[in-house]
């Protein structure tokens, strides 16, 4: 019976190992292109704005690109920040750093919410300026606010379903373990 | 050394144990082989962030008690923790150094089980972390608590047991 349970459990090391090496590749090599992608286009963005100082383009428009190109900036760093620690959690921590750790990570509202958030107005602000987009700036605000609220609720609901159990269940081990 | 040569040893020299914990948190043998791949795929993960500050069982006992927690977390409130007759370190979950040969009977295994199984998560973690017969600085050092902390734990944990086991035992006999 030992016999069988240890057959059955055999995990085809060397199969696992490769697939392990090829993800860690793959993920690397993502994180790069990733990196290369944002940092070939802020420097062509920027040098498009400077373009069209140049040409003498009115100064709300400039205003705008600047504004976009801020944005873009902002959501480069953002992804890289999230790509980063949503990939790496350290399963070799003790056990309670790693819960209190799991808890922060699953918290809907966080510090780094408020960048997400520069980031929009960002969005905002160039959509808003940008007069060569020929929005109207109503229109712009209303649409634009819609879309944001619709997706901060769709994102809510998502982490009610799938992450408010998790942060839920890992306090209540925090609470648990720190009893006593 | 390359890591994939470090890991591949790292998995030869303890995979045993690995194997002993996946048992102690499933009964079906396809969730235990689930898990230890699961395992294995997180010390691959952690193993960059390994600085040889603890011990080396230490260090793979945390991987693997945070993975059951991460790996049952689907269904906590189910998550059993399976002990077996033959284990070397049973007697220390009741301090009962006969317990070994009385717990050959069926039953009474069956009825420490049941009981075990009534523990909240943390409690089935410490304890397995004691069937495996750390020490309780070594316990201390996996979960991340102090060493009394620990020792007031188990000892709650150890007069529950004790008491549930005793009173299932006079209800028998009565």
Same mark, same amino acid.
């Given at each position: 019976?030992?016999? *069988? %349970?240890?057959?059955?459990?055999?995990?085809?090391?060397?199969?696992? *190992?490769?697939?392990?090496?090829?993800?860690?590749?793959?993920?690397?090599?993502?994180?790069?292109?990733?990196? =290369?992608?944002?940092?070939?286009?802020?420097?062509?963005?920027?040098?498009? @704005?400077?373009?069209?100082?140049?040409?003498?383009?009115?100064?709300?428009? @400039?205003?705008?690109?600047?504004?976009?190109?801020?944005?873009?900036?902002? $959501?480069?760093?953002?992804?890289?920040?999230?790509?980063?620690?949503? %990939?790496?959690?350290?399963?070799?921590?003790?056990?309670?750093?790693?819960?209190?750790?799991?808890?922060?990570?699953?918290?809907?509202?966080?510090?780094? *919410?408020?960048?997400?958030?520069?980031?929009?107005? $960002?969005?905002?602000?160039?959509?808003?300026? %940008?007069?060569?987009?020929? $929005?109207?700036? =109503?229109?712009?605000?209303?649409? $634009?606010?819609? *879309?944001?609220?619709?997706? @901060?609720?769709?994102?809510?609901? =998502?982490?009610?379903?799938?992450?408010?159990?998790?942060?839920?269940?890992?306090?209540?081990?925090?609470?648990?373990?720190?009893?006593? | 050394?390359?890591?994939?040569?470090? /890991?591949?040893?790292?998995?030869?020299?303890?995979?045993?144990?690995?194997?002993?914990?996946?048992? !102690? !948190?499933?009964?079906?043998?396809?969730?235990?082989?689930?898990?230890?791949?699961?395992?294995?795929?997180?010390?691959?993960?952690?193993?960059?962030? /390994?600085?040889?500050?603890?011990?080396? +069982?230490?260090?793979? !006992?945390?991987?693997?008690?945070?993975?059951?927690?991460? /790996?049952?977390?689907?269904?906590?409130?189910?998550?059993?923790?399976?002990?077996?007759?033959?284990?070397?370190?049973? +007697?220390?979950?009741?301090?009962?150094?006969?317990?070994?040969?009385?717990?050959?009977?069926?039953?009474?295994?069956?009825?420490?089980?049941?009981?075990?199984?009534?523990?909240?998560?943390?409690?089935?973690?410490?304890?397995?972390?004691?069937?495996?017969?750390?020490?309780?600085?070594?316990?201390?050092?996996?979960?991340?608590? &102090?060493?009394?902390?620990?020792?007031?734990?188990?000892?709650?944990?150890?007069?529950?047991?004790? &008491?549930?086991?005793?009173?299932?035992?006079?209800?028998?006999?009565?």
């Amino acid at each position: 019976m030992k016999e *069988t %349970n240890k057959k059955e459990q055999q995990v085809r090391l060397p199969e696992l *190992t490769e697939k392990l090496i090829k993800k860690d590749k793959q993920y690397a090599g993502m994180s790069k292109r990733l990196q =290369i992608m944002y940092w070939i286009l802020l420097p062509v963005y920027f040098i498009l @704005i400077l373009v069209h100082i140049i040409d003498g383009s009115p100064v709300k428009d @400039i205003l705008g690109s600047g504004f976009f190109l801020l944005a873009m900036l902002n $959501f480069a760093l953002l992804f890289r920040y999230y790509h980063k620690t949503y %990939n790496t959690v350290d399963y070799s921590q003790p056990t309670l750093l790693m819960l209190k750790k799991a808890v922060a990570r699953y918290q809907p509202f966080q510090v780094k *919410t408020l960048w997400a958030l520069l980031g929009i107005i $960002f969005v905002d602000l160039g959509l808003v300026f %940008n007069s060569s987009l020929g $929005f109207d700036v =109503i229109w712009v605000q209303l649409v $634009f606010g819609g *879309t944001v609220l619709v997706s @901060i609720g769709i994102g809510l609901l =998502i982490w009610r379903v799938s992450y408010k159990p998790l942060r839920d269940a890992a306090r209540a081990m925090i609470r648990e373990i720190e009893g006593e | 050394m390359k890591k994939e040569e470090q /890991f591949n040893q790292l998995i030869a020299d303890n995979s045993d144990r690995i194997k002993r914990i996946c048992s !102690y !948190y499933n009964s079906n043998v396809d969730d235990q082989k689930d898990m230890y791949q699961e395992v294995l795929v997180n010390i691959w993960k952690s193993l960059d962030n /390994f600085r040889g500050d603890a011990a080396i +069982s230490t260090w793979i !006992y945390r991987v693997a008690v945070n993975t059951s927690l991460s /790996f049952t977390g689907k269904a906590y409130k189910h998550m059993k923790l399976m002990v077996k007759a033959d284990n070397q370190y049973l +007697s220390s979950v009741l301090d009962d150094e006969g317990l070994e040969h009385k717990l050959t009977e069926e039953r009474q295994l069956e009825h420490l089980q049941n009981e075990l199984n009534l523990l909240s998560v943390i409690d089935k973690a410490l304890i397995s972390l004691m069937l495996e017969g750390l020490s309780m600085k070594e316990i201390a050092e996996v979960i991340g608590i &102090t060493e009394s902390n620990v020792k007031v734990k188990i000892h709650r944990v150890k007069g529950q047991l004790k &008491t549930k086991l005793a009173g299932g035992q006079d209800e028998r006999n009565q």
